[in-house]
Structure formats: C-alpha cells, structure tokens
C-alpha cells in the first residue's frame, strides 16, 4: 500500500559526487522521520543520516560535512547529496521512512536499495 523508490546510484570516482532520491507513494496520510541507510560488503546496515519532519537532522561522523540529507515534504521525497566521496562509501544505500497511512497505521517502509560504487 505504501512504497518507496529510490533512483540516483552508480558509479563515481573517488571526490565526486552523487545524489540519491526517493520518493514515497501510496495511502499516505503524513511522513514522519526520513533515514538513509547503508550496508558495504561484508558489513552490517548503518544509519547515515535521519531527518524529522520537523527538518532536525543526524549524521553518522564519517560522512559529517560531506553529505546531506534533505527532504520535500510536499512531494514525499527524500534527498541525499554526497560530495567528496571515498572508495569507504562504497555500499548498497536504503531510504527508510515512518509512514502514517491514511488509515492511521503506521508503518517503516524500506526503498528497494541503490548501489553507490566509488572507485579508487
């Protein structure tokens, strides 16, 4: 009933820069916190970063002061720019969100994963 889809991965040399996108869709009533995940090979799922609704935000320190977590709340949408990226971000990034459905119940929705591979 509810569903996230993100889009923006691939490959990008060491220093680039990428941005992931996701968007919520389905019986939605009200988005509560937003997240981005991520899991590298041979490593267990990270948060990277969390933003409210109320737009408060939290990183994990190594990614502090080079990524961004943003969010459109009219267009149910999560952002997350990454510049000065390093080989050490290489990983499979998830979007994570607290939805209120139009029915009142509220569920934690995982998007489908996006793959960010930077190379040396």
């Known amino acids: 009933q509810v569903q996230l889809v993100e889009s923006g991965g691939g490959l990008v040399q060491a220093g680039g820069s990428l941005r992931l996108s996701c968007v919520a869709s389905?019986?939605?009533?009200?988005?509560?916190?937003m997240a981005w995940y991520r899991q590298g090979p041979g490593n267990p799922r990270e948060l990277v970063a969390v933003?409210?609704?109320?737009?408060?935000?939290n990183y994990a320190d190594s990614v502090k002061g080079r990524f961004t977590i943003s969010r459109d709340n009219a267009k149910n949408t999560a952002y997350l720019q990454m510049n000065s990226l390093k080989p050490e971000d290489t990983a499979v990034y998830y979007c994570?969100?607290?939805?209120?459905?139009?029915?009142?119940?509220?569920?934690?929705?995982w998007g489908q994963g996006s793959l960010v591979t930077v190379s040396s």
């Open positions: 994570n969100a607290v939805i209120i459905m139009g029915s009142m119940r509220t569920l934690e929705v």
């Open positions: 389905g019986s939605i009533f009200r988005i509560d916190n």
């Open positions: 933003m409210t609704s109320g737009g408060s935000t």
